[in-house]
Each structure stands twice: as structure tokens, then as C-alpha cells.
């Protein structure tokens, strides 16, 4: 019985003895990756100038939306000759 509690309370602690990782970037890629999108956040580098779509630009994006609602995603993927010819080995 006494193991079952001392077993119980190994299990219990040993959430408290994992370490996080420590806040901020890792490396300097990750820094410079933050920066840009505090800079999209935060509108830093934004442009003064507002940009407005024309009535034909909305027109074509909406058609293109419609468009691309035409085709159905089929249920299952098959191998019926889509992916012939995309390189992998059979």
C-alpha cells in the first residue's frame, strides 16, 4: 500500500520537474521573423496611402471565387492515372 502512494505522488510531481522553454526567439531567423510580423501587428510600416479595390477588381474577384466553387472535392483520392507521371516510383 505504501508503494501505491509513493508511486502516486512520483506521478503527481512529476509535471513540476519539466522545464519550459524560455520565452523569445530562438535564433536569429526567428527573431527577425517576429520583427516583421510585429510589424504587420502593430502597423509600423504601413502605408498612409488607403488602398480601395475598384468596382471591376471586385467583380473579377468575386467571379473567380464562384469559379473555383464549380468543382467538387471528391470523397477519396485514387490512384485512376492523377498521379501518373508526378515522378514517384510505383
Known amino acids: 500500500m505504501k508503494f501505491h502512494y509513493l508511486a ?4 503527481l510531481a512529476l509535471p ?4 519550459a522553454i524560455e520565452p523569445g526567439p530562438s535564433s536569429k531567423a526567428q527573431q527577425e521573423t517576429e520583427n ?5 501587428v502593430h502597423g509600423q510600416a504601413a502605408s498612409p ?3 480601395r479595390a475598384t468596382l471591376a ?3 473579377l474577384a468575386l467571379q473567380r ?7 467538387a472535392i471528391p470523397e477519396k483520392f485514387g490512384e485512376d492515372g492523377a ?5 514517384g516510383s510505383k
Do not use: D, M
Open 8 to 11: 502516486s505522488l512520483t506521478l
Open 16 to 19: 513540476l520537474s519539466v522545464q
Open 36 to 40: 516583421w510580423l510585429g510589424l504587420q
Open 49 to 51: 496611402t488607403v488602398q
Open 57 to 59: 477588381e471586385r467583380e
Open 65 to 71: 471565387l464562384l469559379e473555383s466553387k464549380k468543382f
Open 83 to 87: 498521379s501518373a507521371g508526378s515522378g
